[in-house]
C-alpha cells in the first residue's frame, strides 16, 4: 500500500487483495490438510523477502509476471493431471481471471506506469529477472524433493530423473513465453 502513489491505485490494490483473497479461499477450500502448505508457505516467504518491491511499477510486475507463471506453467501441466487435480470446471485457466475485471485493468495501469517510465526500464527488468530466478529455485527445490508430485504433474513414471527431466522441459516452456511477455513490455527478458 505505502508505494500506491494515489487513492485510485489503491483502491485498485485493494480490489486485486480481494480478488486474491478469494482464490485463495477457494484453493483451500479444495485442500485435504493446510499441513502441506507448511513447507511451500516459507518458501514463498523468501521470494518476498529476496526480491522486495521498490516502486509501484514493480508492485504492478511482480503481480503481471507471478500471473503469467502461474498461467503457463498450468497449460503445461493440465494435459497430465488427474481427476482428483483438476477443478470442477475442467481448466484452471478462469480461476486465474486472465483477461478478466481487476487483472486487465492491473495490466493497463502498469503498462502505463512503463510507458511513463520509459527512458531507464533496467531496474525493473533487474527486478523481473530476479524474482524469476528466485521462483524458478523455489519450483526446482519442491520437484527435486516431492518426486510423485513431479511425476502427477508431468505425466511420466519411469523415474526421478524422468521426472525431473519433464519437469525442466515444462520450466523451459514456462520460461520461454515468459521472455516473450516480459518483451513485450520493453523490459530485457
Known amino acids: 500500500m505505502p ?20 482464490i485463495l479461499n477457494e484453493a483451500r477450500n479444495h485442500l485435504d490438510s493446510l499441513v502441506q502448505l507448511d513447507e511451500v508457505e516459507p518458501l514463498i516467504a523468501s521470494i518476498s523477502t529476496y526480491v522486495p518491491c521498490s516502486s509501484w511499477t514493480q508492485v504492478l510486475l511482480r ?8 498461467a503457463d506453467f498450468l497449460d503445461e501441466v493440465e494435459p497430465h ?13 478462469p480461476w486465474l481471471g486472465r483477461g478478466t475485471g481487476t487483472r486487465v485493468r492491473w495490466d493497463e495501469e502498469l503498462r502505463a506506469q512503463l510507458q511513463a517510465e520509459s527512458d531507464d526500464r533496467s531496474a525493473d527488468s533487474v527486478f523481473a529477472r530476479k524474482l524469476v530466478g528466485e521462483m524458478l529455485s523455489v519450483v526446482q527445490r519442491l520437484a527435486a524433493v516431492h ?17 525431473l527431466a519433464a519437469i525442466n522441459e515444462v520450466l523451459a516452456a514456462v520460461l520461454s513465453k515468459h521472455d516473450e511477455r516480459v518483451a513485450g513490455l520493453g523490459l530485457e527478458p
Open 147 to 163: 518426486a510423485d508430485l513431479t511425476s502427477a504433474l508431468t505425466g511420466t513414471s519411469g523415474g526421478e530423473l524422468d521426472d
Open 63 to 70: 503481480d503481471h509476471i507471478v500471473v503469467g507463471l502461474c
Open 81 to 93: 493431471l488427474g481427476k482428483e487435480f483438476t477443478p470442477p470446471s475442467g481448466t484452471y485457466g
Open 3 to 22: 508505494l500506491a502513489p494515489d487513492v485510485a491505485r489503491r483502491l485498485l490494490l485493494a480490489d486485486r487483495s480481494r480478488e486474491l483473497s478469494d
